[in-house]
């Protein structure tokens, strides 16, 4: 099984500021499966980013996505009050498995 | 417009069973993997289990493994997930979700909390 291992915990920025979320992989991730969800409080999470650095319809291009192998980032470039959220890295594997990292909580500074 | 919208959470006791729903729309159903996710209370998220657009081919997670039994009705655009002996640990809200092209899991339902107490 693949853990994926987000960092920081908790990340306190101020509006404007840039956001840089990290998700590192145990082992090696194939062929790009890796994606970014935000999830804000009683909400169900929505897709941002897939296949490591593509955005899903309607994000905006504050939030991008990189990295290979086992280390990947998911930066937003200001960031506006909308958000403030957790994010989470998500990794698709064999045998119709996912899993997903722990999450980093974004919070108004 | 994608749809999902689950039904059938509530309160369960342990070792009983209760039967999720999930309703969608908007989208080729029988085209898509279907899975579900649940988050417990203040915590993150798990994958619990999947199916192919089939039905051919199934995971569950090790913890719902031989508990929870997962099936898709694509003609009615549905897919369930059939949850026995229940226990205090799967109090969670599930969700439905696709499965895109790259493993993301691009539309999610609002999801349905199943609290399990006696």
């Known amino acids: 099984e693949v853990v994926l291992t987000q960092s920081p915990g908790t990340l306190s920025l101020s509006p404007g500021e840039r956001a840089t979320l990290s998700c590192r992989a145990s082992q090696s991730i194939s062929s790009n499966y890796l994606a970014w969800y935000q999830q804000k409080p009683g909400q169900a999470p929505r897709l941002l980013i897939y296949a490591v650095s593509s955005r899903a319809t309607g994000i905006p291009d504050r939030f991008s996505g990189s990295g290979s192998g086992t280390d990947f980032t998911l930066t937003i470039s200001r960031l506006e009050p909308e958000d403030f959220a957790v994010y989470y890295c998500?990794?698709?594997?064999?045998?119709?498995?996912?899993?997903f990292g722990q999450g980093t909580k974004v919070e108004i500074k | 417009e994608v749809q999902l919208v689950e039904s059938g959470g509530g309160l369960g006791k342990p070792g009983g069973s209760l039967r999720l729903s999930c309703a969608a729309s908007?989208?080729?159903?029988?085209?898509?993997?279907m899975n579900w996710v649940r988050q417990t209370p203040g915590k993150g998220l798990e994958w619990v289990s999947s199916i192919t657009s089939s039905g051919r081919y199934i995971y569950y997670a090790d913890s719902v493994k031989g508990r929870f039994s997962i099936s898709r009705d694509n003609a009615q655009n549905s897919l369930h997930l059939q949850m026995n002996s229940l226990r205090a640990e799967d109090t969670a809200v599930y969700y439905c979700a696709n499965t895109g092209g790259f493993g993301d899991l691009n539309y999610w339902g609002q999801g349905t909390l199943v609290t399990v107490s006696s």
């Open positions: 908007g989208f080729n159903f029988s085209s898509y993997i």
């Open positions: 998500q990794q698709y594997g064999s045998s119709l498995r996912g899993t």
